[in-house]
Structures are given as structure tokens and as C-alpha cells.
């Protein structure tokens, strides 16, 4: 493996979905998908589009993305940026927000390049940063100190503003900005965005704004693009899901957006790591977002309607981690929740488990013990900060509300 890989440790998604196989928990709370169906236009769709009439819908498509797709992002999206985005060059569709990151990341880090990165931060950064020859540097979330009795959200973990400014300098080239963030649940606020952006204009520094939570924001807060900041558009590229907007995740389509210049750089290596995404799938979440877009205005519109449904599930899964021990930071956007553990650590013998950080020992005993499978948030750390995420555990949140009963269920039992 090249040195720049570091060790090619174990991806916590790798050895998570792994030990959900072996394991059986009754419910599986870790890896983040729904385990319902997605609206039945977006199915109906796909099944539409693979056996229809037209037989080059199953054929390649343009490689940048398919016409209609970006034709209805930019529809979409030129409104949400106060801008009209060009559907053919400054949009790209891409294998999932994966795929966005990878092309964004490798078009522009360039070796010995640092970028900026929010711990905990969804895992895959890192190495993309390292694998394009850049240097992370991380800063993290920090929970406000918790005042007893009083309920911590996800707008209690912030930056520290003087430790972020001496981030900046002349080698920075890239920062990395997630929100509605994974894991915590943070949306950030006009003003959290504001120092971000200053500090980017000033040192001249672009953004990577990962927004696949988009839709998933919680009233009274609101999604904020950092795109729309003055001074931001022209060094901002934005990225988006198809399997979060629709709940989809297996179709695996992303796109990003932001100015011509800017996305050249992505479609250098898309046309030559990926070429083209899938057709089928493409042509349907285009007519997915077609009908959504009819509907824009309805609170039946999905965009809105998944929120609504989210937030209910979102109060009653805190609520019984309240209930059995967990202190849960309730999140203002996403599908998790972040949940110290600290007080069931007497319940629990975490001495048989061998990994090295306690979170890793907690979630694999909690998951054989109870039967609720969560994700470890120091896989969300650099290697120097892990001790921040140690005392949490992530649980998803988008799942059957008989689940999240019988995650009730299994949580006083083993109380
Ligand atoms: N960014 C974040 C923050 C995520 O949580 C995920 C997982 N959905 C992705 C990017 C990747 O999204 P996709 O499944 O569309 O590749
Ligand atoms: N984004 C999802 C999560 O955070 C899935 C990640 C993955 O499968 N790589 O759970």
C-alpha cells in the first residue's frame, strides 16, 4: 500500500456492516440508511425507466451527468443560491456524494496542501486529503460543559474561534464544512458560517460545503449555504445525495455545484476515474425531483414532508435514551444522535473487548448485550483528538417507529 495511505486500517462502515452480519442485533441503529421505503414516485420511477419504451435509458449517458438530471438541479438549486446555475458546467453528477468529494478533493489539493477539517468529520476526508498528497488539519466540535440537568443539543459543540484563525495560512488551501454535520447533528448558524467564510476570503481559501443533510433540518433552525455568503460563490463547490434527498441511499448519486472554473477541476478526474454514473437511476431521480419540484410549494413535498416525519422519530429516540441512562445532544439537523454513555460504564465490562478505544469496546458489547447496533464516533477523529468522541456512541435515527419501539423495548431490558 503507498505510504500516503498510512496503514489501510479498517473502515469503521467495513467492520460495522461486518459485525451486523455476525452479530444479528435485533435492531441495527449503526450504518445510516432508512429501513423503509423510499416515496413511491421515486421507485415507481426507477422500475418506469429501466423497462420503458426508450431502450437508451439503460445505455450510457452524458458523462458529466445526464441531461435532464442537471436540467432539474439547476432548477432546484438556482433559486436556493439566488443565482441561475449553467446545468451544463456548473453542475456534476456524481457515484454518490463519494464520488463529489473524491472529484473536489483530488481536482484541487495539490501535494503538501492543508485542509481544513471539522472533527468529527465523516471519515472518508481524511483520506481522500492524504491519498491527493494534502495535510489535514483538524480542528474539533467542543461540547459547551454540560450544566446539569439541562439538556445538551447539538448547537452546544462549537469551534473555538481563535484555534480555527491560527488554522489558516499560507499553505491552506481547502476547507471542509459539513451541515447538517454527521454525526452531531449540527446546523450551522448564520454567524458560525460568517467566520468561516471570512477566513476563507481572507486567506483565499475554498470551501467544500458537504450538504447531504440538506432537507434534514429541524424547526426553528434553518439550512444555510455557504455558497450564498458574499464573496463565497466563486470559491465554494456545494455537494448533495440523491440517497439522502430521496431516501435512497443504495443508488448512489450525488452531484456537486458551484462556479465553471471551479468544477472543471472535478470533471478532469470524473472523466477519468468514473466517465459516467448510471442512467437509469439518473433519468429517475431526475423525474423524482421533477415531481417534488411540481409540488414545491405543498407541505406534502418531500423535501419538507421527510423532516417532519424525521422529528418525531428524532423526540422519541432521546427521549428513551434519557429514559435508560444515555445522555443524548439532540441534534438540529441529520439522522443521528450523539449519545454519552458515561453513566452505564459500571453496567458494562468493557475489559473483554480488545479495541483500543472505549467507544469501539462499548458499541460491540452494547450491540451483543442489547441487541442495538451504534457506530463509535472516535472513527470521526484524527488519531491525536479521538478522546473527544470516546464517551459516545451515534445512533440513526431514520428507521420504522416499531424499531425504534422495540429499541425501547431492549433498552429497559437490559437496563
Ligand atoms: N457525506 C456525509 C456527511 C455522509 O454522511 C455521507 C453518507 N451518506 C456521504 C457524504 C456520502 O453520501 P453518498 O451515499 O451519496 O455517497
Ligand atoms: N453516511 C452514512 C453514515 O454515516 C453511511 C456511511 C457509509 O456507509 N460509508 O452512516
Known amino acids: 500500500l503507498p505510504a500516503r495511505y498510512g ?3 479498517k473502515s469503521v462502515w467495513v467492520e460495522y456492516i461486518q459485525l451486523a452480519a455476525e452479530y444479528k442485533p435485533a435492531v441495527n441503529l449503526g450504518q445510516g440508511f432508512p429501513d423503509y421505503h423510499a416515496p413511491d414516485h421515486v421507485t415507481k420511477a426507477l422500475a418506469n425507466v429501466a423497462t420503458g419504451e426508450n431502450p437508451l435509458f439503460n445505455q450510457y449517458t ?13 432548477k432546484l438549486y438556482s433559486p436556493l443560491v439566488g443565482k441561475e446555475l449553467d446545468p451544463i458546467n456548473e453542475i456534476l453528477v456524481t457515484n454518490g456524494a463519494y464520488e463529489a468529494l473524491f472529484s473536489a478533493i483530488l481536482g484541487h489539493v495539490d501535494e503538501g496542501d492543508e ?30 460543559p454540560s450544566q446539569d440537568g439541562k439538556e445538551m443539543t447539538s448547537a452546544d459543540w462549537v469551534l473555538d474561534e481563535k484555534e480555527l484563525a491560527s488554522l489558516f495560512g499560507s499553505r491552506t488551501k481547502m476547507l471542509i464544512l459539513n451541515t447538517p454535520h454527521n454525526p452531531v447533528g449540527k446546523v450551522f448558524t448564520a454567524q458560525e458560517l460568517q467566520t468561516l467564510a471570512d477566513l476563507c476570503k481572507k486567506h483565499n481559501v475554498l470551501c467544500i460545503s458537504d450538504e447531504v443533510y440538506e432537507w434534514m433540518v429541524y424547526k426553528p433552525h434553518k439550512h444555510i449555504r455557504i455558497a450564498t455568503l458574499p464573496g463565497m460563490w466563486e470559491r465554494t463547490i456545494t455537494i448533495g445525495s440523491a440517497g439522502k434527498t430521496f431516501s435512497v441511499t443504495g443508488w448512489k448519486t450525488g452531484w456537486a455545484y458551484g462556479p465553471a472554473d471551479l468544477m472543471r477541476n472535478l470533471q478532469v478526474v470524473h472523466q477519468n476515474c468514473v466517465y459516467t454514473c448510471c442512467t437509469p437511476i439518473q433519468e ?21 414532508s421527510l423532516a417532519e416525519e424525521l422529528v418525531s422519530k428524532r423526540d422519541y429516540l432521546v427521549k428513551i435514551l434519557k429514559e435508560n441512562g444515555f445522555k443524548p445532544v439532540v441534534p438540529d439537523g441529520g439522522y443521528f444522535v450523539m449519545a454519552d454513555w458515561t453513566k452505564l460504564e459500571n453496567k458494562i465490562d468493557l475489559s473483554t473487548e480488545p479495541d ?11 450491540a451483543k448485550e442489547a441487541g442495538i447496533l451504534t457506530i463509535p464516533p472516535t472513527a470521526f477523529y484524527s488519531a491525536d483528538h479521538r478522546h473527544v468522541g470516546e464517551s459516545y456512541t451515534r445512533f440513526c435515527f431514520i428507521k420504522k417507529d416499531e424499531n425504534l419501539q422495540l429499541t425501547e423495548k431492549l433498552l429497559k431490558e437490559w437496563n
Open 7 to 9: 496503514a489501510g486500517e
Open 284 to 304: 429517475a431521480v431526475a423525474r423524482s425531483l421533477e415531481f417534488e419540484l411540481a409540488r414545491y410549494d405543498s407541505p406534502e413535498c418531500y423535501f419538507f
Open 115 to 144: 485542509v481544513i477539517i471539522i472533527e468529527p468529520f465523516f471519515d472518508c476526508y481524511e483520506f481522500m486529503i492524504k491519498s491527493a498528497g494534502g495535510v489535514p488539519k483538524f480542528i474539533p466540535l467542543k461540547p459547551k
Open 62 to 74: 452524458r458523462g458529466f451527468g445526464h441531461l435532464r438530471l442537471v436540467q432539474n438541479l439547476a
Open 356 to 366: 483500543r478505544n472505549k467507544d469501539y469496546r462499548f458499541t460491540k458489547k452494547f
